[in-house]
């Protein structure tokens, strides 16, 4: 499957946790991007509540930049 390279910008508390599954994945020989792909791909084929959830993180940090 063709992949499309981008880059993100995220919160420092993502990054470490994000970090944490790099490292607690050391067997697998995981990079940052391997693992965001694995991330995306678990969330769009679960239920469609994932997506809801989503809607409304984004709602509240928006409430939060715009305060």
């Known amino acids: 499957m063709p992949k499309t390279k981008f880059g993100v910008t995220i919160d420092e508390k993502l990054t470490k946790e994000l970090d944490k599954i790099v490292e ?23 239920n469609s509540k994932n997506m809801e959830k989503a809607r409304e993180l984004v709602i ?8």
Do not use: M
């Open 60 to 67: 509240k940090k928006e409430k939060i930049n715009y305060s």
């Open 24 to 46: 607690e994945s050391e067997y697998l020989d995981l990079s940052r991007s391997e693992a965001v792909e694995a991330i995306l791909t678990a969330f769009f084929k679960s």
